[in-house]
């Protein structure tokens, strides 16, 4: 009997070089061959590859699973999922040991079975531990009847492969060497004899194989100490050829490694010797042979692999031909080596060689066909493969080379040669190699005319025109891809073809349309849409395809017409009704429910609010409904709130705060996917920045719950944030409580300072929402409001002082502050602000800024307000930052004056007029300040008075500015209507000339 360290010792003989028993070939004598080199050109695989290097592995998997029975197969009827929870319960845990009956023993045991069939770790785990209880139940409790057969040890670790999980191998080796050491001791909990399932050569190659497909970096030499295992004499069980197979597949699957093809063609060649040595149990067949060929195929030796692979399968024709049937090449020899080419036909150093060599593979087929008795089935198969390499490499003849083939096939098989017929698939690949070069682009569209003149034995397809519509399509002609569209149906209708518009159709001619920046190409993809949903109603279609369905919702809701962005919404509810129906397979999905939902809010209106809240309530109640599983996602809500927001009325308030408080109960109770961020909070706070009633409250409420979190460290509260409910503080429609506002938002500015400074938040507000609370004093004309003013701007300046971001004063701040001290009137606070104008920086000057200043001077009682006002346009002319505004507040300053020097204030009036028609673009205030300036003159000579008046009236009719308050003006100025004819040579009473009034 075998010690129980034996599997243990597996690596350690493989190290040692254990290798064969009586000096017979093993791996061992292979594993140091020197493995030839080849070009290290970097390898791209194909996706088309991907079946090919699958088929041995699935081979081998329906080789394991016949190896053992099923026992669920005898069964008349699948179990439920609820019968098969309740019995694996009842066994695991209701059974006292040692007292399972048969029959529940015969249960367990089918439940292994149902387990291990699931290919999944999960399943692979749970079908192991029903094991261990069917041999707990014979080993601890002694019943006799509890016997586990080898061929449930494998069904288990067949699973594991399977599954495909990272730690299945090691948990299938694991596995397996229990079940070696209980082999060895066949005793119960009483001493008494007990018989063990012993491996067997199943049980080993499975464990290869699930080391073979674990895609692990040792999985190599796991296998190969396997292999090494059993051809030692530690054990009586033989490789066969399966074992052989699994250790060259494992060699095959290590893709663009060097040396493992030669390891692989070595291992073929080790079974050819073993079995002309007379073992029965190896013959290497065409599985083999595949193996090697995909070993090849992967190889990273660049072209010279797929030679050898070619190679290789000469060797097989040749050994086939001489009478070894059990190696005749099938499909997957022919395919295998195409793609072996196929993977290097982008190299234009030698893609023509490449093709040259597809060309020959199809050459040998066609004089192999006589021999190959059963060649139908081969041939169409590897001979599509090669059509599609060709177009795949896209030489500029492609499509002649191609046609040049499938002109033979046609030949060969015309002629009676057991060689199959090209079939719709081959002449899509010869009509993609013509299209895919816009110089045979011709060719193409003339074979497919012929075609459809019945001139080939092959009937257009949907598949065949779906080529066409593709080029077409790529290219955006957008009109040729219509009308062949509009052909297909009408063909297929007038003709019997079997062209109607597939899915694949559909899905072509939608994203065109969604490429497209036609005018109207929304309104073609609707009406495509309609096309798409018709088809499928008199079952021209088999299915729906969402993915039509979601091009055009995304198409729609970026168009510019606000009908054809409604109409996302409505193809929305289409979907969901099609998917309630079971018309469509799959729901509509959160991202699609939120390109509706952004879409109707661009109405910035009450209807487009509703609307999306409507889809949000939707969207929730059929989650609730287990209708649906496309939660509301934090988009989702981002676009509700934003469009209660922009439609802001006494009702939105509410629900906003209401959205809020919902995200966060799911979030608390695991409900949803949405999480509160202060990018939620800023889309909620700009709804509440608004005068309603109440919004105030709920504003800070929502401050309150940022705080909150941000303790939590569940978020951090913005200045965004913070600004926005300052906003809110400060926004008021009861005008006669605006004072009140002020004085309620400069004590909430003030306590969020405090806030701030003690450290209970790192955030302030930016100078964006101290000016908001200042801008509300400047409403306000409160004798107090500039001493307010004057301690936010201190604040602020202190704060900026001691580090604080984006808080310090800006020219917004210094119009503001200036606004307030001419708002109040009083002469303590003009002088006040004179000295604050006086230390603003001199790059903190702009237009505006002066023309506040300007402003208040104009408005304050001071004596030589013109002359400062003069002072300050010529600082503004200076640095060219005047306005019309600019020049109209100096004039107005100088209709109010109350200086004792008119005649002076009257002759820089006078030179403001002149420098503003120069410098600026004088309006209908402009002309009517000079008229009252003229009006306030003192100037003995009164033609000098007349004289100005004249020119001021020339220059409005000049600018097409003479108004009905411009003559109302005149009028007042000159009320004697001769004296107007005298001076301005016009009445002012008869008709005006329409060109005067042109732009007034």
Known sequence: MRSSRTFQRLSKLTRLGLSSRGGRTSIKTIQNVTSLHYSTNQIQRLSSLQHLDAHADNHLERHFSSQSSRKLNQSPEKPSEEEIFDTTKEILHSIDLGSMQPQQISDAISLIYLFSNRKTIEGAEMAEEVLERIIAEGRDGGNRSARVETKVYNAIIEAYAKSKAFHGAATAEALLERMMERSEHNQDAQGNGFLAAAPDIVSYNSLMNVWSQSGKEDAVSKAEDLVAFLESDDTPINPDSVTYNIIMNTYANQVGEYGYAQKAEDILLLMTALQKEGNNSIHPDTMSFNIVLKAWKNSGGGVESAKRAEDILRLMIKLYNDGHSDVKPDAISF?????????????????????????????????????????????????????????????????????????????????????????????????????????????????????????????????????????????????????????????????????????????????????????????????????????????????????????????????????????????????????????????????????????????????????????????????????????????????????????????????????????????????????????????????????????????????????????????????????????????????????????????????LVQIYERGDTGVLPSKVGFNTVLNSWARTRHWKAYRKAEEICSTMERLSESGANNVSPDRFTNAIMLRIYSNSGSKKSTKRAIKFFNNIKDEEFDTFTYNCMLILLSRSELKDKVIRARKILNEMEGKGLTDIASYNTVLNACVYSDDSNQKGIDTLAMKTYKEMMNCASPDETSFKLAIRVCKAMIIQDEYDNASHIKQIFDDACEKGLLSKDIIKELKQCMPDEEMRKQSLGHSLVDKIDTSWQRNA
């Open 335 to 751: 395919q295998t080596v195409v793609h072996a080419y196929m993977k290097h036909g982008k190299n234009e150093a030698i893609s023509e060689e490449i093709v040259d060599r597809l060309e020959g593979l199809v050459q040998v087929l066609l004089d192999e066909s006589g021999n190959l008795a059963r060649t139908r089935g081969i041939g169409i198969g590897a001979v599509n493969k090669v059509l599609e390499g060709i177009a795949y490499i896209g030489l500029p003849n492609a499509g002649d080379r191609a046609k040049r083939i499938l002109d033979s096939m046609i030949k060969a098989h015309d002629a009676g040669n057991s060689v199959d017929g090209p079939d719709a698939m081959a002449f899509a690949s010869v009509l993609n190699a013509y299209l895919s070069n816009p110089k045979t682009v011709q060719k193409g569209q003339l074979m497919m005319e012929d075609m459809l003149q019945g001139k080939f034995s092959v009937l257009p397809t949907t598949y065949s025109l779906n080529n066409l519509l593709h080029l077409f399509c790529k290219e955006g002609d957008v009109g040729s891809a219509t009308d062949l569209f509009q052909k297909m149906t009408q063909i297929a209708h007038e003709n019997g073809f079997d062209t109607l518009p597939d899915s694949a159709t559909f899905n072509m001619m939608a994203n065109m349309y969604f490429k497209s920046r036609h005018e109207d190409s929304a309104a073609r993809a609707l009406s495509l849409l309609d096309q798409f949903e018709e088809s499928f109603d008199a079952k021209e279609l088999n299915e729906l395809d969402p993915f039509v369905y979601n091009v055009i919702v995304n198409k729609l809701t970026k168009s510019e017409s606000p009908t054809l962005r409604d109409a996302s919404y409505d193809v929305l509810m289409r979907m969901v009704e099609r998917y309630d129906n079971d018309q469509l397979k799959k729901e509509p999905q959160t991202y699609i429910y939120n390109m509706v939902l952004s879409s109707v809010t661009k109405k910035h209106n009450a209807e487009g609010a509703q609307k999306a809240l409507g889809l949000l309530l939707l969207m929730q109640t059929r989650v609730q409904e287990n209708r649906s599983t496309s939660v509301p996602d934090i988009i989702s809500y981002s676009h509700v709130l934003a469009a209660l927001s922009r439609a802001m009325n006494k009702d939105s308030a509410k629900t906003i705060v209401d959205i809020i408080d919902t995200i966060e109960t799911e979030g608390k109770n695991g409900e949803g996917v949405a999480q509160l961020d202060s990018v939620v909070f800023e889309t909620a706070l700009q709804g509440l920045a608004n005068p309603w009633h109440g919004c105030r409250q709920l504003a800070d409420s929502l401050l309150q719950k940022m705080l909150t979190l941000e303790k939590a460290k569940v978020l951090k509260t913005t200045p965004l944030c913070l600004n926005l409910v300052l906003k809110a503080q400060c926004a008021n429609r009861n005008l006669p409580k605006g004072q009140m506002v002020a004085f309620d938002a400069h004590r909430y500015l003030m306590n």
